[in-house]
C-alpha cells in the first residue's frame, strides 16, 4: 500500500488542566503534523493514552481527527485487544469509511502462545472491512510475535497488508524483511532504528516523535527511502538525543512536554502515568530551542 510508506504519526490526546479532552490543541496537533510533510495519521494507538478513555471520548478524538484532516492525509484507527471476541465484534459494526486501515495490536497480557496470536489475527483480518497492519511491541503486551508467525499471517491474509515492528531488535526486522512477502510492508515502530530499518528494506515508520518534529523526521524517513544515507543520518544524530529523552521517563508524556515547549498543548497526562520530572522538563525545553535555532 504505498499510501502507508513513509512516516506515519501516532498522535497523543492533550488534555486540559481538568483532564478533560483539549480539542482546539489536538486539531493544532492535527495540523502541525500534516503541514510538517508527514504521510499518514494514526489514531487512537497506545501514544493516544486510549487505555484511559472513556468510549465517548475515543469517538470524541475519532470525529476531531476525521473533521481536522479534512481528507488531506491517510487515518489508520487502532483496533485492538486482548478480547478477540470484542474486537471482531467492534470491526463489524463500526464505520470505516474516514480510514484507510487498522492498526491492531498483539494482544497484551494474556501472553497467548504463537499459534493463539496466530487465530487471533486470522480472527481479525476475517472480519475487518479495511486492511490490517500487525502491531508487535513486546514492551508493552509481554509477548512477541515471531517473524516465522507473522510471515505466515502476511502469507495466509492478503488484508494482513503490514507489520508495525517494535521489539527494538534489528535482528528480527532482517529476519521480516528477508522473509515477508515483496508488496508486504515492514514499518519501524522504533523513532531510534526507523532510518536504519528504511535501509535495510522497511517500509518508513509510525513514529512518536514525529508529531513533534514533523518536518525534520519526515524528510529524514524521505532521504533514507531515497538512499541519501549521510543526509538522512545528519538528521538522525541531530534527534537521537531527544528520541531518548521523549521516552526516559513514558510515552507520551516526553512527548507531550515537546509540544508545551512548542507551545501546541500542555503536558498533560492520565494516571497512573505522570508528567515528567522538572530535571527532563528542563532537557526536553533546552532541546527544542536548540533545534528551533538549528532549523530556523
Same mark, same amino acid.
Given at each position: 500500500?504505498?499510501?502507508?510508506?513513509?512516516?506515519?504519526?501516532?498522535?497523543?490526546?492533550?488534555?486540559?488542566?481538568?483532564?478533560?479532552?483539549?480539542?482546539?490543541a489536538l486539531v493544532?496537533?492535527?495540523?502541525?503534523?500534516?503541514?510538517?510533510? !508527514? &504521510?499518514? $495519521?494514526?489514531?487512537?494507538?497506545?501514544? %493516544?493514552?486510549? /487505555?484511559? +478513555? =472513556?468510549?465517548?471520548?475515543?469517538?470524541?478524538?475519532?470525529?476531531?481527527?476525521?473533521?481536522?484532516?479534512?481528507?488531506?492525509?491517510?487515518?489508520?484507527?487502532?483496533?485492538?485487544?486482548?478480547?478477540?471476541?470484542?474486537? !471482531? &465484534?467492534? $470491526?463489524?459494526?463500526?464505520?470505516?469509511? %474516514?480510514?484507510? /486501515?487498522? +492498526? =491492531?495490536?498483539?494482544?497484551?497480557?494474556?501472553?497467548?502462545?504463537?499459534?493463539?496470536?496466530?487465530?487471533?489475527?486470522?480472527?481479525?483480518?476475517?472480519?475487518?472491512?479495511?486492511?490490517?497492519?500487525?502491531?508487535?511491541?513486546?514492551?508493552?503486551?509481554?509477548?512477541?510475535?515471531?517473524?516465522?508467525?507473522?510471515?505466515? +499471517?502476511?502469507?495466509?491474509?492478503?488484508?494482513?497488508?503490514?507489520?508495525?515492528?517494535?521489539?527494538?531488535?534489528?535482528?528480527?526486522?532482517?529476519?521480516?524483511?528477508?522473509?515477508?512477502?515483496?508488496?508486504?510492508?515492514?514499518?519501524?515502530?522504533?523513532?531510534?532504528?526507523?532510518?536504519?530499518?528504511?535501509?535495510?528494506?522497511?517500509?518508513?515508520?509510525?513514529?512518536?516523535?514525529?508529531?513533534?518534529?514533523?518536518?525534520?523526521?519526515?524528510?529524514?524517513?524521505?532521504?533514507?527511502?531515497?538512499?541519501?544515507?549521510?543526509?538522512a543520518f545528519k538528521?538522525?544524530?541531530?534527534?537521537?538525543?531527544?528520541?531518548?529523552?521523549?521516552?526516559?521517563?513514558?510515552?507520551?508524556?516526553?512527548?507531550?512536554?515537546?509540544?508545551?515547549?512548542?507551545?501546541?498543548?500542555?503536558?498533560?497526562v492520565r494516571l497512573?502515568?505522570?508528567?515528567?520530572?522538572?530535571?527532563?522538563?528542563?532537557?526536553?525545553?533546552?532541546?527544542?530551542?536548540?533545534?528551533?535555532?538549528?532549523?530556523?
Amino acid at each position: 500500500m504505498q499510501s502507508l510508506i513513509g512516516t506515519g504519526v501516532a498522535l497523543v490526546t492533550p488534555f486540559k488542566d481538568d483532564f478533560s479532552i483539549d480539542i482546539e490543541a489536538l486539531v493544532r496537533i492535527v495540523n502541525f503534523s500534516i503541514d510538517g510533510g !508527514v &504521510e499518514y $495519521l494514526v489514531v487512537l494507538g497506545t501514544t %493516544a493514552e486510549n /487505555a484511559t +478513555l =472513556s468510549n465517548e471520548e475515543k469517538e470524541l478524538v475519532i470525529d476531531t481527527i476525521i473533521e481536522a484532516n479534512k481528507g488531506r492525509v491517510p487515518l489508520v484507527l487502532g483496533v485492538g485487544g486482548n478480547n478477540t471476541l470484542k474486537v !471482531v &465484534e467492534e $470491526l463489524k459494526t463500526r464505520d470505516f469509511s %474516514a480510514f484507510e /486501515a487498522i +492498526l =491492531s495490536v498483539s494482544p497484551y497480557y494474556n501472553k497467548p502462545t504463537q499459534e493463539g496470536i496466530y487465530q487471533h489475527f486470522k480472527a481479525i483480518a476475517e472480519a475487518s472491512p479495511v486492511p490490517v497492519i500487525l502491531y508487535n511491541v513486546p514492551g508493552r503486551t509481554a509477548s512477541n510475535i515471531l517473524p516465522k508467525t507473522i510471515v505466515r +499471517l502476511a502469507n495466509d491474509f492478503e488484508n494482513i497488508v503490514a507489520v508495525k515492528e517494535a521489539a527494538g531488535d534489528m535482528v528480527q526486522a532482517l529476519h521480516l524483511l528477508k522473509d515477508c512477502p515483496k508488496d508486504f510492508l515492514v514499518i519501524s515502530g522504533d523513532d531510534m532504528i526507523a532510518l536504519p530499518m528504511v535501509l535495510a528494506g522497511g517500509s518508513g515508520v509510525i513514529s512518536v516523535i514525529a508529531q513533534g518534529f514533523p518536518k525534520e523526521f519526515s524528510e529524514m524517513i524521505r532521504l533514507g527511502l531515497n538512499r541519501k544515507v549521510d543526509e538522512a543520518f545528519k538528521t538522525q544524530y541531530l534527534l537521537s538525543d531527544c528520541i531518548d529523552m521523549i521516552f526516559e521517563q513514558g510515552n507520551p508524556a516526553g512527548i507531550k512536554q515537546v509540544f508545551q515547549s512548542l507551545g501546541i498543548s500542555e503536558n498533560i497526562v492520565r494516571l497512573p502515568l505522570v508528567s515528567v520530572d522538572d530535571s527532563l522538563k528542563e532537557r526536553i525545553d533546552l532541546f527544542v530551542e536548540n533545534i528551533n535555532k538549528i532549523y530556523a
